[in-house]
């Protein structure tokens, strides 16, 4: 029988590859939502397609589980009717940056209040090892036999160009630091962008642990709330920082700008249907 302890679901078989680093980065999540007290029916975590999107599978929490590239707009709706409710947007980097890359945009423009995790391990992991919007140039791979002749898609500097009100990423190889950054970005109030490094130990034999280990370094000294040199560090190619790059506390969150949460805050299947109103509304749209 399935033994559930909080946000920990025991004895349940994943589909991961043993040593993936998505077992580290599902870790850290648990670690987040428990020190932050919150309680498993607080917590909605929303997925697309793909070995990252799993991982709401794993976890005693609510969760939606919709289209390949398409969680952050059911994210956004959900935390729009549901403001009470910590929302979490999870995939990989080709199910959010290359399938989602138009949602990407769309959801930093409105600011949601949710907290977007992304396992990018430069490939994709479900379906066989092709290239993916992160994979670097040359890489090859089945498909990409000669290499890949893209420049990757850099998330963070978009991100911050874009206006983002919270950029940051982490390497899931340091557990501890994983979770202290995402407890981070829940807390804050806007959309929360979490770039995760997670090597691939079947399809991407070039960027390991050991690849991450020796091309990665913690950011220090830095002034998160400075954009210039927010973007500044997140073009560095040579070797790649890790830590908050950028925040502002200023944007108000998309749903706190909805008319219909201007006089009352309550969950909307908390609120009492009025249906003559509806109908004159319906009525008043229709003329």
Known sequence: MTKIKQFEIEQVKTA????CGNFMILKALQQALKELSLKPQQVVIVSG???????PHYLNVNMFNGLHGRALPPATAIKACNPELTVIAEGGDGDMYGEGGNHFLHTIRR?????H????????????GQASPTSEFGFKTPVQTDGVISEPVNPLALAISMGASFVARVFCGDTKKTADIIKKAIQHSGYALVDI???????????????FKEHTYDLEDHDSHDRNQALKRAMEKEKLPLGIFYQNEDKNPFEQQLSVHENKKTPFIMRELNRQKLKELLKSKQS
């Open 117 to 128: 995790l992304v396992h990018n391990n430069m490939v994709y992991g479900l379906t066989k």
């Open 197 to 211: 490094f997670q090597p691939c130990v079947t399809f991407n034999k070039v960027n390991t642990f050991k690849w």
């Open 111 to 115: 600011n949601p209040n949710i907290t």
């Open 49 to 55: 397609i793909g070995q990252a999107a799993k991982t």
């Open 16 to 19: 991961w590859c043993p040593g």
